[in-house]
């Protein structure tokens, strides 16, 4: 039986992989398929593929192509979420600031540099007329982190996927002023280099497993009870959250790389725009 590493968000988007392992389903492929949550999200994960500490990774799509133009030697195999990430902008409950223009200016919580809440927080500005070379940033690493830095004034915001953070909404915690909705497919599935050239067949059979339970994912019954127990939600979040996503079996095109790399090199995240088969690798 093969081992192979991978790791993701432990976040409603993954519930299919989980279902998946449950049910013994790579186990009976002859896939031992190993799990790591990853709370501090993308940034973290590109670090884990360059060290082989993982082999694959569920990642965030602008992330992963700003890491792998940088150097790290991976490759994207599949869109893995189709939709758009709506990240919701959060302010303390108790802030000052009231509006999106009130944060001009202001220090943005991040997960850590290169990760989707750095990367999302320059294109947020982008999209409001900010000066993007004026942004101040607070590591924080996880959403824990980001309350702490929020709630005693270390940072002023902080952008994060906006069901997960719902919970912190409803219980007044935060307070919700904006939502920013990335624009191309949120998550897809990198594999290491080394992986690919040594497993490809065994690479091959787990996409074929994913695929298999995602394309009927919203069939499951009760699936809306199901998801909303196990990530704190309520079910009528859940149920808007289950209509506008959108998984996917498929490759991402050289359309939807370029329209990533091209805002990534306009807003000055890489300083070179690579091949799309230096990015993705094909079966």
Not at 79 to 102: F, R
Not at 202 to 229: G, M
Request: charged share 20%.
């Amino acid at each position: 039986m093969k081992t192979i590493k991978i790791a993701g968000v432990s976040e409603h988007f993954n519930l299919p992989w989980h279902l998946c392992l449950e049910n013994g389903e790579f186990e009976e492929a002859g896939i031992d398929l190993q799990w790591t949550d990853v709370p501090e999200g993308t940034g973290k994960m590109c670090q884990m593929l360059r060290n082989g500490e993982t082999d694959i990774a569920v990642i965030l799509s602008e992330g992963i192509v700003k890491d792998i133009t940088a150097g790290n030697p991976s490759k994207i195999v599949q869109i893995y979420v189709e939709s758009p990430l709506i990240w919701g902008i959060h302010m303390d409950a108790k802030s000052k600031y009231q509006t999106l223009s009130d944060l001009e200016n202001t220090k943005v919580a991040i997960s850590r540099m290169g990760s989707g809440s750095h990367l999302m927080a320059i294109v947020n500005a982008q999209n409001e007329g900010w000066n993007t070379t004026n942004l101040q940033f607070e590591i924080v690493n996880t959403i824990d982190g980001a309350v702490e830095a929020l709630s005693n004034g270390k940072a002023d915001y902080f952008m994060w996927e906006k069901f997960m953070t719902k919970p912190l909404v409803d219980n007044g915690t935060f307070r919700r002023v904006a939502d920013c909705p990335t624009p191309w497919p949120c998550f897809v599935i990198a594999v290491r280099n080394e992986m690919l050239e040594k497993y490809p067949q065994t690479i091959t059979l787990i996409l074929e497993i994913i695929n298999a339970t995602t394309a009927e994912f919203k069939d499951i019954p009760s699936i809306n009870r199901t998801l909303a127990e196990r990530y704190n939600q309520k079910t009528e979040d859940i149920n808007q959250w289950l209509s506008q996503t959108k998984w996917s079996q498929k490759n991402i095109t050289s359309e939807t790389l370029n329209k990533i790399q091209n805002q990534l090199f306009e807003l000055s995240l890489i300083d070179k725009k690579s091949t799309f088969a230096e990015i993705v690798h094909c079966f």
